[in-house]
Each structure stands twice: as C-alpha cells, then as structure tokens.
C-alpha cells in the first residue's frame, strides 16, 4: 500500500529558532493534512492543503502541497516550548469511495527554553 | 476541543475478552473513521462509515467489527483480544467522505493484560 516517509523523526531546536519538516511518497495524494499530537491525546488538525502547488499559513505555520502532489513540507517559524510534541504528515489518495487517511511515522520535536 | 467523543478514555481488559469503543462524531458530520495507534505500527486506518453504511475498509482484523448507528454514533468492537491489541483506537469524523479534513477524537487506550 501507499507509505509516506516523514523526515527527520526527530529535532531539538532552541526557542526561538525556525524549524522544516517534510514528507514524502510514491504515489499521488489529492489532500495534504498537518497534525500535532500531544502525549496520550488525539492528533489535532493544524493546516490542510487541496492543490498542487498550494501555500497555506496557521499562524507562525506554514505549510505547502507539492507540484508532483507526492511530498509536503511544514514550517514551523519563531518556534516556543509549546511547539513541542509529534507533528504527522496525512495524505488522502485519490479514492473513489472512502477517504482514508495515510499517516508519515511523524517527528519529534523538542523546544529547549 | 474537536467536537468528536469517545469514551471510555482508559479500558483494561484480560486476552480473549471483548470489548466496546464508543465515539461521537462532531455535531454536523456525517462520515466516521477509526484508526489504531501502536508504537510499532503508527497510526493505522481501520474503517470508515457514512451515513450508518461502511465506505472503506483498511487492515481491520476480522476480530474487530464496527457500526453506524441511526443517531450517527460508531462503536468499535474488538473481540477475542490479544495482547498485540494494546493500543490508541482513534475516532475521527467528517462533513462527509472525501472532504479532506478529519477531526479526532481523544482516544481510547486499551491494554490487554
């Protein structure tokens, strides 16, 4: 089946600094999705993304679909302690029943105050 | 807050037991997905409902079965549990399938002892 591969798997980064992540596959997905789980809770939607090419901001977040519509990059600028958690890649194929959604391995990132 | 219930938050249970994982979907959704979360795997797409009828089957054991219910609730029965079982089941619901963006739940921890 379709896999994503999700880099890094982990970052430590000081307060204050900017940090990119990205995701890629072998095969086209028709949406993007960015997640941040915490610990113990449920993965929380940050920015969603629908065309190839598309840029899209959340605040300090930036996040875009790739022209080739298999990779997605995510943004992370000016990071804060709260930043800290697993952020998740998703991708949704181009199906034509259903909608799953088909997850990266995720990174950890770590703030250091 | 996501909108999307489940309940209980905690379940512990012995092998070979059955049992329940109930969500609520967000006010206004009509579609449902359950996903399993382990270390060793990620997370994982199980089934998707809409409308009280299955849309999309992913790698559902045949121990598990699930449901829509006329009131749009979804449950999540596992039975015959191993201790592989042990895991996050995530609930996500949304305005119907294909719409892109999926909103979880809180989750449901199981561990079978």
Not at chain 1, 4 to 27: A, H, K, R, W, Y
Not at chain 2, 12 to 34: E, H, K, M, N
Request: aromatic share 10%.
């Amino acid at each position: 089946g379709q896999q994503l591969n999700q880099s890094p798997q982990s970052m430590f980064i000081q307060e204050g600094e900017d940090v990119s992540m990205n995701c890629t596959s072998s095969s086209i997905f028709n949406t993007w999705l960015w997640y941040k789980q915490d610990p113990g809770e449920g993965p929380v939607l940050l920015i969603a993304l629908y065309k190839a090419g598309e840029l899209t901001s959340n605040g300090r977040l930036t996040a875009q679909f790739g022209i080739t519509r298999k990779d997605s990059f995510l943004n992370i600028s000016a990071s804060i302690p709260s930043d800290v958690g697993i952020y998740f890649c998703a991708g949704q194929p181009p199906e034509t029943s259903g909608s799953r959604l088909t997850f990266g391995e995720g990174t950890q990132l770590t703030v250091n105050p | 807050d996501s909108g999307v219930t489940q309940t209980p938050k905690h379940l512990i249970t012995a092998t070979g037991q059955r049992v329940t994982l109930r969500c609520s979907p967000r006010s206004g959704d009509l579609s449902v997905y359950w996903y399993q979360q382990s270390l060793d795997q990620g997370l994982q797409f199980l089934i998707q409902y809409y409308n009280g009828e299955e849309r999309a089957k992913g790698n559902i054991l045949e121990r598990f079965s699930a449901q829509q219910f006329p009131d749009l609730h979804s449950e999540l029965n596992l039975s015959s549990l191993e201790l592989g079982d042990s895991a996050l089941y995530f609930c996500a619901s949304s305005v119907v399938p294909g719409a892109g963006e999926q909103y979880f739940g809180p989750g449901t921890r199981l561990t079978v002892t």
